[in-house]
T-cell receptor, first 114, second 113 residues
Framework: NAGVTQTPKFRILKIGQSMTLQCAQD?????MYWYRQDPGMGLKLIYY???????DKGEVPNGYNVSRSTTEDFPLRLELAAPSQTSVYFC?????????????FGPGTRLTVL | RKEVEQDPGPFNVPEGATVAFNCTYS??????FFWYRQDCRKEPKLLMS???SGNEDGRFTAQLNRASQYISLLIRDSKLSDSATYLC??????????????FGSGTQLTVLP
């Protein structure tokens, strides 16, 4: 299994540009998550999904959109990029509703908005 | 008050030392607790879950005190390879369709030769 994969690894955007961060998992996990991590800070939840067709906002959803058309894929869309969105973005997945289930993370996308 | 609060660190310890990290959480309805490890510029990875009875995995011991809403991680006989940031993570009730993990800001550990 490849686990959780993310593309691209790095990206520099200009203010106002848009982009989609890709995330895919091959573990047949129902739950998927997008986090951002600013330097020296913990992870903040942006959006999550409990299955195909179902998404919910997390703690910091403004400026982002997501979709979940398949179990495997959970892309994150940035519209009108702003410098405040400079961060490292992690996608994660876990099997299901068990409270002890481990979350598996992708390697991250480092985004800079200039 | 932060939902999950950790010792600010950084901790710089010599090889072989014992080091302890503490964490407090705000929501008494939280159900599960974890320590994740994050190496520099890498993704977090699960180190261990934390159970009410306390649990041990080799040199690592985790403790949970529900009454005080407090979690700890003890590392004995520190190795150079233990150098990383340790994230306290709590599974809290949320208003959405699923419980969510809430992450502390992390405690940085550097083990010195």
């Amino acid at each position: 299994n490849a686990g959780v994969t993310q593309t691209p690894k790095f990206r520099i955007l200009k203010i106002g540009q848009s982009m989609t961060l890709q995330c895919a998992q091959d573990m047949n996990h129902n739950y998927m998550y997008w986090y951002r991590q600013d330097p020296g800070m913990g992870l903040k939840l942006i959006y999550y999904s409990v299955g195909a067709g179902i998404t919910d906002k997390g703690e910091v959803p403004n400026g982002y959109n997501v979709s979940r058309s398949t179990t495997e894929d959970f892309p994150l869309r940035l519209e009108l990029a702003a410098p405040s969105q400079t961060s490292v973005y992690f996608c994660a997945s876990r099997p299901g509703t068990g409270v002890d289930n481990e979350q598996f993370f992708g390697p991250g996308t480092r985004l800079t908005v200039l | 008050r932060k939902e999950v609060e950790q010792d600010p660190g950084p901790f710089n310890v010599p090889e072989g030392a014992t080091v302890a990290f503490n964490c407090t959480y705000s929501n008494s309805a939280s159900q599960s607790f974890f320590w994740y490890r994050q190496d520099c510029r890498k993704e977090p990875k699960l180190l261990m879950s934390v159970y009410s009875s306390g649990n041990e995995d080799g040199r690592f011991t985790a403790q949970l005190n529900r009454a005080s809403q407090y979690i700890s991680l003890l590392i004995r006989d520190s190795k150079l390879s233990d150098s990383a940031t340790y994230l306290c993570v709590v599974n809290m009730p949320s208003s959405g369709s699923a419980r969510q993990l809430t992450f502390g800001s992390g405690t940085q550990l550097t083990v010195l030769p």
